[in-house]
Every structure is written in C-alpha cells, then in structure tokens.
C-alpha cells in the first residue's frame, strides 16, 4: 500500500513563495504519475498540477500555470509543487496523489493534505 505524506504547507503573506513536499513509500516511485489537489473551505477539490512518470511532462490548471512548479524526484521517492507568487485564492488544503494510470479525482492513493493558507 503506498503511503503519501504532505509537508511544507504554512500561512504566508500574498506575494510570498512556499514549496510543498510530498514523500511517498514505495519502491517503485517511478512507475507513478503523481499529482497535486486542493481543496478550498466549502469548494470541491480541485486539479492543481500532474507531472509524468520521468518528470518530463508537467501539466497545470489554468488557475496556477506560470506561478506554480510541479517537479519529481524520483531516486529521493519525493513530488514538489513550488508556489510563487500566491494569493489569498490560493488559500486551500493541498494534496498529493499518485496512480498508476492517470491523476483525477479517482486516483488510488492520496495524502492526508497540508493547509496553505495566504493572507492579504
């Protein structure tokens, strides 16, 4: 059963930069597509960034695109999202999944979410 466990969330000013980590247990973190959720109070969760197996191939919501990084290491078995410039709709529990076909709202596994909140 691969476990995700979500570090790096805090409260930050607009403007600010934080970069999320998450770490994952499995031998076989290369064969994941990992990605990155958030969810708002009161909102559904929502797609934030997805990245390939071999980290190639970043993928991003509107929302973020040209402010948000998602990166992957795999020897290290870890997933970044590296948030510049962020703003209070930011403000959201952020989560990593991983699958091994495809990232939406029905991946396999998921962490338990760090809150990342941003103030005005």
């Known amino acids: 059963q691969l476990q995700l466990v979500e570090s790096g969330g805090g409260l930050v000013q607009a403007g600010d930069s934080l970069q999320l980590s998450c770490t994952a247990s499995?031998?076989?973190?290369?064969?994941?597509?990992m990605g990155w959720y958030r969810q708002a109070p009161g909102k559904e969760r929502d797609f934030v960034a997805t990245?390939?197996?071999?980290?190639?191939?970043?993928y991003y919501s509107d929302d973020v695109k040209g402010r948000f990084t998602i990166s992957r290491d795999n020897a290290k078995n870890m997933l970044y999202l590296q948030m510049d410039n962020l703003a209070p709709e930011d403000t959201a529990v952020y989560y990593c999944?991983?699958?091994?076909?495809?990232?939406?709202?029905?991946?396999?596994?998921w962490g338990q979410g760090t809150q990342v909140t941003v103030s005005s």
């Open positions: 999944a991983a699958d091994l076909l495809e990232i939406n709202q029905n991946s396999k596994f």
């Open positions: 499995t031998d076989t973190f290369g064969a994941y597509l």
């Open positions: 990245i390939s197996r071999n980290g190639g191939i970043p």
